[in-house]
């Protein structure tokens, strides 16, 4: 209902692509840059709402917004309304859902966070599976306009059984005198470990959403199999999928940061060896099976590291101000990804070379940025952190 939709955005950038031909990739992206980015930047202004409605509350305008969004999705006949509608009002309504069913998660699991997170993340990853390929044969079966209006209709039914289901396990504290309105810690942002954590998540994500929206346009001006045309986005999140569970079990007995250090350069790596020689059918595959699985396990850990450096009562303030750095790289990331790629629906690979560079360069900056995090840590090489 959140990341499953954001992470098959690369089906609506294909769309609008055709549809918008005088619109540059770069402009096209935004709309859905603007998605993570509100998804993960309404984490601070939802979770200050969150102390006075609570979660489930959240969970249930985030599910109007959402259904909303797409209900409006399917009149819009210009760009400025897709910004609007499919990048700020489905954001804002998916970021309410996302974040605070993190968070209740959290309150349940301590030995165990890496895994639970795995298992909600993974939630995404099926959607990201699933949503890809629905929303192609909505859109050849009965058009654009009904595709959305069904998406809609099928939105109300999920909220209302997410949010009967979200059963915080803590009270939501009641504001004392002396309390900033805000209710959040805001002098935790003086800790070098959440600095580093949040520059961190900040250049993932920068990497992440261009690799992510671009893919499927890459495949089709490929020309490459139709079938690898069609379900790319599917099977990136298929792997995704498995990724975001055993990682997260990994890192609950192997260590949360070691783990991490290991996908980082996996996701740098992959884009920088495979994506740049991927010019077959086999080639693309393989790259989109790889890089889907490399990629999937920063989502689950990243999120559990922070749970385990901080004390309970201060992970709502900390996963704010680290969301809020996601959501500025989901913006800028694939906008910036998107300039070296040729406007138009034209056929050729130019430019993707260059765009595959930039994503991997900036995953391998993450592994060398959370090494430095371990080593302030623990200076001990076979230590479980």
Same mark, same amino acid.
């Given at each position: 209902m959140s990341f499953g939709m954001v992470n098959s955005f690369g089906v609506y950038q294909s769309y609008y692509e055709q549809h918008y031909a005088d619109v540059s990739s770069a402009k096209i992206s935004l709309v859905g840059s603007i998605q993570g980015c509100f998804i993960f930047m309404f984490g601070l202004p939802s979770t200050i709402c969150m102390y006075y409605v609570g979660p489930q509350m959240m969970v249930l305008i985030g599910g109007l917004l959402c259904t909303l969004s797409y209900m409006f999705l399917s009149i819009s006949n210009a760009v400025w309304q897709l910004f609007v509608i499919q990048g700020v009002m489905f954001g804002l309504g998916a970021g309410a859902m996302y974040i605070h069913s993190t968070g209740v998660v959290f309150q349940y699991f301590n030995k165990k966070k890496a895994l639970a997170q795995g298992i909600i993340t993974a939630g995404a990853a099926i959607g990201g599976v699933f949503w890809p390929i629905a929303i192609r044969r909505l859109f050849d079966t009965v058009g654009f306009g009904w595709a959305n209006r069904i998406i809609g209709f099928i939105n109300i039914p999920m909220t209302a059984f997410a949010a009967a289901f979200l059963r915080p396990r803590m009270k939501t504290p009641k504001r004392q005198v002396g309390d900033n309105l805000l209710r959040l810690n805001f002098s935790i942002l003086r800790d070098p470990q959440l600095i580093l954590c949040c520059i961190i998540w900040f250049f993932w994500i920068f990497s992440l959403f261009p690799g992510l929206f671009y893919v499927d346009l890459f495949c089709q001006r490929l020309d490459i199999s139709r079938t690898v045309q069609q379900y790319n986005v599917a099977i990136m999140n298929g792997t995704a999928c498995v990724a975001r569970v055993l990682p997260g079990f990994a890192g609950d007995k192997f260590g949360r940061i070691n783990i991490n250090i290991l996908f980082y350069f996996l996701s740098g790596i992959l884009p920088l060896v495979l994506w740049t020689n991927a010019r077959t059918t086999g080639s693309v595959l393989a790259f989109c099976i790889t890089w889907g699985f490399a990629s999937g396990a920063p989502v689950t850990l990243a999120p559990a590291i922070v749970g385990q450096l901080f004390k309970p009562e201060d992970v709502p303030s900390c996963l704010s101000f680290f969301f809020l750095c996601g959501g500025i790289g989901?913006?800028?990331?694939?906008?910036?990804?998107?300039?070296?790629?040729?406007? %138009?629906?034209?056929?050729?690979?130019? %430019?993707?070379?260059? +765009? !595959?560079?930039? *994503?991997?360069? +900036?995953?391998?900056?993450? !592994? *060398?940025? +959370? *090494? *430095?995090?371990?080593?302030?840590c623990t200076r001990k090489i076979w230590y479980r952190i």
């Open positions: 989901s913006m800028v990331g694939p906008s910036i990804g998107g300039l070296f790629i040729p406007k %138009g629906d034209t056929k050729g690979v130019q %430019g993707f070379n260059k +765009l !595959a560079i930039f *994503v991997g360069t +900036l995953s391998l900056t993450c !592994a *060398v940025l +959370l *090494v *430095v995090l371990r080593f302030r």
